[in-house]
């Protein structure tokens, strides 16, 4: 089964605190695994991928397949990075997403 | 290029009718992707197509609903005898090909069709 779990709805931090959403996933086979941000009145649009190891708008995700994690981590909150946020798993078929996180940055 | 375009943006059925959702992928892409995002949840998958193909289902319930993606035209979203519980956002995506790691290919997404079903 292929599955992705995003333990927190809700996620509320400062600007600039450290900021680490949660992912977990469930797969039998080698993972692919993004992050997808939704900015307010903006369509789904992707943040950032595992195989590619880099960092966008101070972003980073590292896989650990011992964990079956896929955290997504900013060191240093910004208000703009207020959005909800998706991980996604694709597996040999399909593209299956967690229930995401709304990240709220406080001033 | 206008990215994926979703019609219409917001939808009202009554119980027992048929709603038609569109989805036109970006110019160039093969494959189509529809999720289903109901209040408080996160998306769902639903059917994965390519061109005039039917690639994964698995999303899909087994009844009333159905999806296409002819050779011309945009992808199909078909929900015959609509219940209050199909009331959700929907959401299509598309790619040029399958979604891999190792390239550039990444999901495009729509804005989306609320349906409201009263």
């Known amino acids: 089964a292929q599955r992705v779990t995003q333990p927190e709805k809700l996620l509320s931090v400062f600007k600039g605190a450290p900021v680490e959403l949660k992912c977990n996933y469930s797969?039998?086979?080698?993972?692919?695994l993004f992050w997808y941000v939704q900015y307010s009145r903006q369509r789904l649009q992707l943040l950032l991928r595992?195989?590619s190891r880099e960092s966008i708008k101070g972003f980073t995700a590292d896989l650990n397949k011992g964990e079956t994690s896929f955290h997504l981590k900013k060191p240093f909150a910004q208000e703009e990075d207020s959005a909800m946020y998706y991980c996604?798993?694709?597996?040999?078929?399909?593209?299956?997403f967690g229930q995401g996180t709304r990240l709220t940055i406080n001033p | 290029n206008a990215g994926v375009m979703q019609n219409p943006r917001h939808l009202v059925r009554r119980r027992g009718q048929e709603a038609r959702l569109r989805c036109s992928p970006m110019?160039?892409?093969?494959?189509v992707y529809w999720y289903r995002q109901l209040p408080e949840e996160g998306l769902k998958f639903m059917v994965y197509?390519?061109?005039?193909?039917?690639?994964?289902e698995s999303g899909m319930p087994k009844e009333r609903f159905s999806a296409e993606f002819p050779k011309e035209g945009p992808s199909i979203l078909r929900i015959q005898q609509v219940v209050r519980g199909d009331s959700a956002a929907y959401f299509c995506?598309?790619?040029?090909?399958?979604?891999?790691?190792?390239?550039?290919?990444?999901?495009?997404f729509g804005q989306g069709t609320r349906l409201t079903v009263v």
């Open positions: 110019k160039g892409h093969s494959h």
């Open positions: 996604a798993l694709q597996g040999a078929q399909k593209l299956v």
């Open positions: 197509l390519q061109k005039e193909n039917i690639i994964d």
């Open positions: 995506a598309s790619s040029p090909q399958r979604i891999t790691p190792t390239g550039t290919t990444e999901a495009f």
């Open positions: 595992h195989i």
């Open positions: 797969y039998s086979g080698s993972p692919e």
